[in-house]
């Protein structure tokens, strides 16, 4: 199971406010990393086409 969906299971899942408020954090920084890796990815790919 990858970690994103463990995440999601555990905000299912989870009634503890305080826990929810942490997996909420995190996801969100996973997101916000795997956005700014795919610009990266982006750039890198329009260079090797020009």
Do not use: P
Request: hydrophobic fraction near 30%; aromatic fraction near 6%.
């Amino acid at each position: 199971m990858s970690i994103d969906r463990f995440i999601i299971k555990k905000l299912d899942s989870c009634h503890e406010e305080h826990t929810r408020l942490n997996l909420v954090k995190l996801f969100k920084l996973r997101i916000q990393k795997a956005e700014t890796a795919e610009k990266g990815n982006y750039k890198n790919d329009k260079h090797k086409i020009s």
